[in-house]
T-cell receptor, first 113, second 113 residues
């Protein structure tokens, strides 16, 4: 158990819909990272937040957005969902110091029908 | 693009040492080598990391060449539960404005009874 929690574990929805994925970091961690893992793409970095502020951006679509709240939990919002958005979405957290270890949550499996 | 190259797959007999190689020929002086593994569709699990010196923990040993252009992860006595995809990653170790972690395709290790 990494100490990072993600909800929900599974999510099934239809094309065009909007969903919110939630992540609670390990106690004491200030940084949260979001990754997408689809069958043909591997683990793709989406975005990083540090203490409420966006720190780094990867290949995140404009239909996707994220935020980190004052209690340091983070939410990833996915809108206008397409079939291709079906994937595992992982959250990771770290202290936030450069090069520190990221600990991953169990993931949310999103299925878009 | 990932800054590391790994063999796509390897086999190892149960109880024997598993030696997983990684090439990172363009590594900078301020970059750590990190290893993670992912068992089936679970969240990636941190294994070990190092900068210049060899490192050992309860899970594995990390051997980094003197020129730092390659490294080897050693699982001393592989078990069936070590069957997973192993990722080798390089990450900066000094303060930067961002921390974009890039995962490559990794090495799929199969431990055979």
């Amino acid at each position: 158990d990494s100490g990072v929690t993600q909800t929900p574990k599974h999510l099934i929805t239809a094309t065009g819909q909007r969903v919110t994925l939630r992540c609670s970091p390990r106690s004491g961690d200030l940084s949260v990272y979001w990754y997408q893992q689809s069958l043909d793409q591997g683990l793709q970095f989406l975005i990083q937040y540090y203490n409420g502020e966006e720190r780094a951006k990867g290949n995140i679509l404009e239909r996707f957005s994220a935020q980190q709240f004052p209690d340091l939990h983070s939410e990833l919002n996915l809108s206008s969902l397409e079939l291709g958005d079906s994937a595992l979405y992982f959250c990771a957290s770290s202290l936030g110091t450069p090069g520190d270890t990221q600990y991953f949550g169990p993931g949310t499996r999103l299925t878009v029908l | 693009d990932a800054k590391t190259t790994q063999p796509p797959s390897m086999d190892c007999a149960e109880g024997r040492a598993a030696n997983l190689p990684c090439n990172h020929s363009t590594i900078s002086g301020n970059e750590y080598v990190y290893w993670y593994r992912q068992i089936h569709s679970q969240g990636p699990q941190y294994i070990i990391h190092g900068l210049k010196n060899n490192e050992t923990n309860e899970m594995a040993s990390l051997i980094i060449t003197e020129d730092r252009k390659s490294s080897t992860l050693i699982l001393p006595h592989a078990t069936l539960r070590d069957t997973a995809v192993y990722y080798c990653i390089v990450r900066v170790a000094v303060k930067t404005s961002y921390d974009k972690v890039i995962f490559g395709p990794g090495t799929s290790l199969s431990v055979i009874p």
